[in-house]
């Protein structure tokens, strides 16, 4: 049997219980997990907002983590860039993604090189979007229009 090499991706800004709980359980699932901490850059040009916390700050938050083997920085928009220069073949979403056209975009890449995708509960009750939305409030700034909702 091959070594299961998974790989989870996020902002994971804002760092809250809904990251823990999928970096765990995507080790579970695993040998040996990646995490790729997706830089300010992408964020910006995929969420519509730059991170609270820097990447650098973000990425060792993220490799402090007894169950994450490696943390990358995800800097290229493309998930099968990152495979290749990876090597994984387990790729870990929230089940936020599971059946929308990104999702199955998302399938079919990754069925074409060998790559299972397994889809996590995503933890409905805490996200980084409503962290960011209170902290706004408190510093009495109005919430930031987004292009997307996470």
């Known amino acids: 049997m091959s070594k299961r090499i998974g790989y989870a991706a996020g902002a994971f800004d ?9 970096l765990r359980h995507a080790k579970s699932q695993c040998d040996h997990l990646i995490a790729g901490v997706v830089s300010d850059e992408l964020c910006i040009a995929r969420k519509g907002v730059k991170p609270f916390i820097p990447l650098v ?7 402090s983590l007894e169950f994450v083997d490696q ?3 995800e800097v290229h928009p493309d998930k099968l860039h990152m495979w290749k220069e990876l090597g994984f073949n387990v790729f870990f979403k929230g089940d936020d993604w599971r059946g929308t056209p990104q999702g199955t975009a998302l399938e079919e890449m990754f069925a ?4 299972e995708v ?24 109005q919430p930031r229009l987004r292009t997307n909702s996470r």
Request: glycine share 8%; charged share 15%.
């Open 14 to 22: 804002l760092f809250h219980i809904g990251h823990l709980n999928i």
């Open 57 to 63: 700050e973000r990425l060792e938050i993220v490799r």
């Open 71 to 73: 943390a990358v920085a």
């Open 112 to 115: 074409g090189v060998g790559v």
């Open 118 to 141: 397994v889809y996590f509960p995503y933890t409905v009750h805490t996200s980084s979007t409503s962290l960011r939305k209170a902290l706004e409030i408190l510093n009495g700034s």
